[in-house]
């Protein structure tokens, strides 16, 4: 008897406990999912009122020797991005070394990958300078995708730098792993832990 009733327990507190876990993975998935449509709505409304628009990506989103498949999803990606801010005053910086990102089409005079060691990237690094200082006081907002510590001093840490400096700045850092922002600039940055991926599919409009 005492044995039925400690067995009934017991299997009602494991099905209490599965229900929970479901019940939390379920809240979860629901969360996220409310949470990226609305850092999408903020980004998108942003930018409208943005003067400047800087895209950071990451070599941890578009990566090098990988195959024709995967080179196809960055190339429709960054097609994607190219028409979504056709008509913003952007520039895109690459912090990894594959070419799809020059084979796309994106304006080629507001990209710089400064980890391609040619004469055309140093301009286009001087470019990129010369325009990001213009936009000291503006409205910008910075978008950073899948940017980890590899090289953290071409995108990562100077867009913090960036973000701090200008009032008017909004920054975005979206990663799966490396996604905290420091306390000086939390109340302009939003960290937003997430599929790279996904989420820039869904920013422009889906692939």
Not at 15 to 29: A, F, G, K, L
Not at 39 to 49: F, L, P, R, S
Not at 82 to 110: C, H, M, P, Q, W
Request: proline share 2%.
């Amino acid at each position: 008897m005492a044995n039925g009733i400690e067995n009934n327990i017991e299997n009602n507190m494991e099905n209490s406990m599965e229900n929970d876990i479901e019940n939390d993975m379920e809240n979860n998935i629901k969360n996220n999912i409310e949470d990226k449509k609305k850092y999408i709505e903020n980004i998108n409304k942003d930018i409208e009122d943005a003067q400047y628009v800087l895209i950071g990506i990451g070599s941890g989103l578009i990566k090098k020797n990988v195959d024709e498949k995967q080179n196809e999803q960055y190339t429709a990606i960054l097609n994607a991005i190219a028409k979504k801010f056709e008509k913003n005053n952007y520039f895109i910086l690459y912090s990894g070394t594959s070419d799809v990102v020059r084979n796309s089409l994106l304006n080629e005079k507001r990209i710089s990958c400064p980890m391609i060691e040619n004469e055309n990237e140093e301009k286009q690094w001087d470019f990129y300078n010369k325009w990001i200082s213009s936009s000291l006081n503006k409205k910008i907002v910075i978008i950073e995708i899948a940017e980890g510590f590899n090289n953290p001093n071409v995108i990562r840490w100077p867009f913090e730098k960036i973000t701090m400096i200008n009032e008017k700045a909004r920054m975005y850092r979206i990663n799966n792993t490396f996604y905290q922002v420091p306390k000086e600039i939390a109340e302009k940055a939003a960290a937003i832990k997430t599929d790279e991926l996904d989420f820039l599919k869904e920013l422009v409009g889906g692939c």
